[in-house]
């Protein structure tokens, strides 16, 4: 993506040597008209850096997503091999070994967790597609949302820490009904404890709360992990972002998560917030008016 920029800049050269040229020859042969030659090629000067500042704006755009495309291309290889490979392994296991019931059903529901992880990666690709092809047409209907929040923290629920402690800490108010579309919105409380869980450190507590204030209802996802810089804050909403540098990052992810929240969202004109969580970590604020 460099080739470009090289392009760009000799193209932005040559053009101001041949302006300032045309207005040396223009100034020797009418001297007189000194003020007037000078005010011309202050407004295309004007006109040309402005217009360069936009055009090397957009390209640098272009290559930011190129490189995001190029990422979430290898995440989605990674985050589509991995399940599989162990899906595949669990299943030779229990084909070759004479294993008891107990390690069976324990295979079989580590089988079921890695393909729930498939099912909600293709859902996020499928989602994000349609949005961005704008055809998705988010149908609405009244649902009890409580139920909802309850149901995605029970599936994503993880006990590997101790048998008395819950990585998600759910406090939710019952019977709150909302007006909206059930499945686009049971992805928008999957993808924002999902992130809280994955930008967490091993046994580190998520803490999800659902609750009525002020005719609004408000879904808080906080987490104890590792924040997010006020640099990324304004991106995180973009498609393909990920936070932190590429090259360093051990977390698992494809970009679209909070892309899809974002844009949900928007559609049910509700509102999200994040704010730094004390003493680290981050926290989500969605509220529905």
């Known amino acids: 993506?460099?080739?470009?920029?090289?392009?760009?800049?000799?193209?932005?050269t040559y053009a101001l040597a041949e302006l300032f040229w045309w207005g040396i020859l223009l100034l020797r042969a009418k001297p007189e008209s000194l003020g007037m030659i000078a005010g011309e090629l202050s407004v295309f000067l004007l006109i040309l850096l402005v217009g360069a500042y936009h055009l090397h704006k957009s390209i640098n755009k272009e290559r930011h997503l190129h490189q995001r495309q190029k990422n979430f291309?290898?995440?989605?290889?990674?985050?589509?091999?991995?399940?599989?490979?162990?899906?595949?392994?669990?299943?030779?296991?229990?084909?070759?070994?004479?294993?008891?019931?107990e390690q069976?059903?324990?295979?079989?529901?580590?089988?079921?967790?890695?393909?729930?992880?498939?099912?909600?990666?293709?859902?996020?690709?499928?989602?994000?597609?349609?949005?961005?092809?704008?055809?998705?047409?988010?149908?609405?209907?009244?649902?009890?949302?409580?139920?909802?929040?309850?149901?995605?923290?029970?599936?994503?629920q993880i006990n590997k820490c101790d048998a008395n402690q819950k990585t998600i800490n759910a406090e939710i108010e019952p019977h709150i009904e909302i007006l909206g579309d059930k499945f686009t919105l049971t992805s928008v409380v999957t993808n924002l404890i999902e992130n809280a869980v994955k930008y967490s450190a091993p046994c580190e507590t998520v803490d999800v709360k659902l609750f009525r204030k002020n005719n609004e209802v408000h879904l808080l996802v906080a987490d104890h992990g590792i924040g997010i810089a006020d640099s990324e804050k304004l991106h995180i909403f973009d498609k393909f972002y990920r936070v932190g540098n590429e090259d360093t990052r051990n977390t698992k992810g494809t970009g679209l998560g909070l892309f899809i929240v974002k844009q949900v969202l928007d559609k049910h004109e509700a509102s999200i917030n994040i704010r730094d969580n004390r003493p680290k970590g981050s926290v989500f604020e969605v509220v529905f008016g």
């Open 1 to 12: 993506m460099k080739k470009p920029f090289v392009i760009f800049y000799f193209l932005i």
């Open 73 to 101: 291309l290898l995440s989605v290889t990674h985050e589509l091999k991995s399940p599989l490979a162990s899906i595949k392994l669990f299943l030779q296991t229990i084909q070759k070994r004479d294993l008891n019931r």
């Open 104 to 156: 069976r059903i324990n295979f079989i529901d580590k089988c079921l967790q890695d393909i729930e992880r498939l099912d909600d990666l293709v859902e996020n690709m499928l989602i994000a597609s349609k949005i961005d092809n704008e055809m998705y047409s988010f149908p609405k209907e009244a649902f009890n949302f409580s139920l909802l929040v309850d149901s995605v923290v029970n599936r994503l």
